[in-house]
């Protein structure tokens, strides 16, 4: 139904039609992929969260409600309707542009803008679920920590997070970039740190590693004061969100969604 979806056609579920979708140069221009291939890439990282979550405890069901942190304009929001309904699913997002955007789609207000640093106006304990894909895959050290605060604010007792980062093998495709006729972001991502062992010396070690050299920012509001790439190793996610957060599960990158997942529960 979300493929259909993604090409255009009015798809029906629950008697209300599914989001729409933007333009394909908008979906290429955010996420690299556009129609199908985008669906694909959220509906994996849903099936994931749907996954660990059960596995944690805390299974998508009605009545809960989930916060897709950098929703930009809802593809991964979108997925998650199945098992909350439209109106438990709410984003939030930097850009301006994608939360109207996904205001018209989702026909809802559950969409607001946030701005690079908390806080929001979302109340206390407002949700059960929060999601954040390739965000903080982007996030600076001290932005991903502020974030982290904040979804304990806004999260119920036990509820739980997942969010995605850069994986370890991300150093060896960017490395692999140096050399080649490129231009833009990929050329940037070729040079992303001046030495590619040292970085990965220091992800080993259990240190955030993070580069915003000029060309890996996203754009607008999205700038190298807290934007950029980013790799989070498991030693350092288990160790750093304490006692606020505890890391349940570290999911390395795989064929089917390069990125790693860290699925946190809120301690209370």
């Known amino acids: 139904m979300l493929r259909d979806s993604a090409q255009q ?9 599914l989001p729409s979708f933007p333009g394909d140069e908008l979906q290429l221009n955010t996420v690299g992929k556009s129609g199908v291939h985008a669906v694909n890439e959220a509906f994996a990282f849903y099936s994931r969260c749907k996954e660990y979550f059960e596995a944690m405890g805390k299974s998508l069901q009605k009545g809960s409600s989930l916060l897709d942190f950098g929703t930009g304009w809802g593809r991964i929001a979108r997925c998650f309707i199945r098992d909350l309904g439209l109106r438990e699913v709410f984003g939030t997002d930097v ?6 955007i996904c205001q018209r789609s989702f026909r809802t207000n ?13 109340p206390d304990e407002r949700f059960d679920f929060v999601v954040a894909y390739s ?13 982290i605060n904040e979804f304990w604010r806004v999260l119920v007792p036990g ?9 370890r093998d991300f150093f060896t495709v960017c490395e692999e970039l140096k050399g080649l006729q490129l231009s833009g972001y990929s ?3 070729s040079e992303l740190f001046q030495d590619f062992n040292q970085a990965r010396q220091d992800y080993d070690s259990g ?9 890996v920012g996203g754009g607008g509001r999205m700038n190298s004061s807290f934007y950029g790439e980013s790799f989070i190793p498991e030693a350092y996610a288990r160790h ?9 599960y570290f999911v390395p990158g795989d064929a089917y969604l390069e990125q790693t997942s860290l699925f946190f529960r809120k301690v209370t």
């Open 95 to 100: 850009t301006e542009e994608f939360v109207q």
């Open 240 to 248: 750093k969100y304490l006692p606020r957060f505890e890391l349940e």
């Open 187 to 189: 050329m940037a991502l």
């Open 135 to 147: 965000v903080f895959s982007h996030l600076s050290e001290d932005a991903a920590a502020a974030w």
């Open 9 to 17: 056609q009015t798809v029906i579920f629950e008697g209300q039609p």
């Open 110 to 122: 559950n969409f607001i803008v946030n701005n690079p640093y908390p806080p929001t106006p979302i």
């Open 207 to 215: 240190k955030f590693v993070h580069s915003n050299i000029p060309g």
């Open 159 to 167: 509820g739980v997070i997942a969010v995605t980062t850069r994986s």
